[in-house]
C-alpha cells in the first residue's frame, strides 16, 4: 500500500513540476492575422479567454459589435471607448470574417448572440 501511495505522489510531482510549456502553448500576439489593431485586441480579449475562442468565430462586422455589447452586458466586459471599439471592430473583421469557420472546421460558441 505504501508503494502505490509512494507512486501516486510521485506522479503528482511529476505533473506539477513540469515546465508549463508541456501542457499548453502560451498564446501571444504573434500567433494572429498581423492586421492593424492585433496587439490590442489581444490585449482586450486575452483577459477572459483564450484568443482559439475568438478566432474559431468567424463574423462580420455587425456580429462582431453586437458580440461586444453581449459580452459588456452578459459578462462585465469593461465597455471600450468609441476609438478602441473602433478598433477591435477592424481588427476583428478583417481577422476572423464570417469564412473563418467554413474554412477551418471551427466551433461556434453556442453562447454567442445570435444574427
Same mark, same amino acid.
Given at each position: 500500500?505504501?508503494?502505490? #501511495?509512494?507512486?501516486?505522489?510521485?506522479?503528482?510531482?511529476?505533473?506539477?513540476?513540469?515546465?508549463?510549456?508541456? %501542457?499548453? *502553448?502560451?498564446?501571444?500576439p504573434e500567433?494572429?492575422?498581423? %492586421?492593424?489593431?492585433? $496587439?490590442?485586441?489581444?490585449?482586450? &480579449?486575452?483577459? &477572459? #479567454?483564450?484568443?482559439?475562442?475568438?478566432?474559431? *468565430?468567424?463574423? $462580420?462586422?455587425?456580429?462582431? $459589435?453586437?458580440?461586444?455589447?453581449?459580452?459588456?452586458?452578459? #459578462?462585465?466586459?469593461?465597455?471600450?471607448?468609441?476609438?478602441?471599439?473602433?478598433?477591435?471592430?477592424?481588427y476583428l473583421?478583417?481577422? %476572423?470574417?464570417?469564412?473563418?469557420?467554413? *474554412?477551418?472546421?471551427?466551433?461556434?460558441?453556442?453562447?454567442?448572440?445570435?444574427?
Amino acid at each position: 500500500m505504501a508503494a502505490l #501511495h509512494s507512486l501516486r505522489m510521485a506522479a503528482l510531482a511529476a505533473i506539477l513540476l513540469a515546465p508549463a510549456g508541456s %501542457f499548453a *502553448q502560451e498564446e501571444t500576439p504573434e500567433a494572429l492575422p498581423d %492586421f492593424r489593431g492585433r $496587439d490590442e485586441t489581444f490585449g482586450y &480579449c486575452i483577459g &477572459c #479567454h483564450s484568443m482559439k475562442v475568438v478566432g474559431r *468565430q468567424g463574423m $462580420d462586422r455587425v456580429r462582431w $459589435d453586437e458580440t461586444l455589447n453581449w459580452m459588456t452586458e452578459k #459578462h462585465s466586459m469593461p465597455a471600450p471607448d468609441p476609438e478602441m471599439r473602433a478598433i477591435l471592430l477592424d481588427y476583428l473583421a478583417q481577422a %476572423f470574417p464570417p469564412k473563418a469557420p467554413a *474554412q477551418s472546421g471551427g466551433w461556434v460558441s453556442p453562447f454567442a448572440p445570435k444574427p
